[in-house]
Nanobody, 115 residues
Framework: QVQLVESGGGLVQPGGSLRLSCAAS????????MGWYRQAPGKQRELVAR???????NYADSVKGRFTISRDNAKTTVYLQMNSLKPEDTAVYYC?????????WGRGTQVTVSS
């Protein structure tokens, strides 16, 4: 069984930065992609950023130029560096991964941007 464990959420002022981490563990033999979604109160869950096994990345238009997704050399931990945070970035951020031909979700980590 594969598990995704997120960390790094919290409260930050507008204009600040946070770094989220998501570590995948278990019997892993194939990772197609890993990424982050977010869900704000009353809104649908949306893709924030994703990185494929080959290293290709894609971002939501709303975070381009502010957020950067990266991973470790083992490709089992993915990071989301979030800069110039805005109140509208407030949401629960979920790690998402396609591993061993199945989709997995983390439990989510709260990010609150407020003064």
């Amino acid at each position: 069984q594969v598990q995704l464990v997120e960390s790094g959420g919290g409260l930050v002022q507008p204009g600040g930065s946070l770094r989220l981490s998501c570590a995948a563990s278990g019997n892993i033999f194939a990772i197609a992609f890993m990424g982050w979604y977010r869900q704000a109160p009353g809104k649908q869950r949306e893709l924030v950023a994703r990185i494929t096994n080959g290293g290709s990345t894609n971002y939501a238009d709303s975070v381009k130029g502010r957020f950067t997704i990266s991973r470790d050399n083992a490709k089992t931990t993915v990071y989301l560096q979030m800069n110039s945070l805005k109140p509208e970035d407030t949401a629960v951020y979920y790690c998402n991964a396609h591993i061993n031909f199945q989709e997995y979700w983390g439990r989510g980590t709260q990010v609150t941007v407020s003064s």
